[in-house]
């Protein structure tokens, strides 16, 4: 990549007012389900209720610093991953051990 090809905005505005509305959603989907299949808070609690606040942003984190792993397809197939968006994803996965408890 050339150098003046790189154009690198450091300027953005606080992180809930910069966040996409997906990523959030992921997040609090994420950490409802943990809390209901676990029983704990994945994040805390007013974290998570600054999520909920977050609308539409003209001004948006996005690459290399906001990358999330599993927002690339090619890892989604790769680990299997199902993500919090899926209800009843607990019905999906298996443990493939040899207690049939938790292997629905």
């Known amino acids: 990549m050339a150098r003046e ?6 300027d953005l505005p606080n992180f809930f ?3 996409p509305i997906r990523e959030a ?15 704990f808070e994945l994040f805390d609690s007013y ?3 600054r999520l909920k606040e977050v609308g539409w942003n003209t001004r948006q984190i996005q690459g290399t610093p906001w990358y ?3 927002s690339n397809p ?8 199902i993500g ?3 209800k009843d994803r607990n019905k999906l996965m298996r443990d493939y051990d040899h207690d049939p408890s938790n292997n629905y």
Do not use: N, T, W
């Not at 090809?5 to 450091?10: A, G, H, N, Q």
């Not at 992921?26 to 209901?36: G, K």
């Open 5 to 10: 090809s790189l154009s690198v905005d450091e």
């Open 17 to 19: 007012r910069s966040l």
């Open 25 to 39: 959603d992921l997040l609090i989907s994420e950490h409802e389900h943990v809390q209901a299949e676990y029983g």
């Open 47 to 49: 974290f998570v209720d």
């Open 68 to 70: 999330a792993l599993m």
């Open 74 to 81: 090619k890892y989604v197939e790769d680990f299997s991953y």
């Open 84 to 86: 919090p968006h899926i």
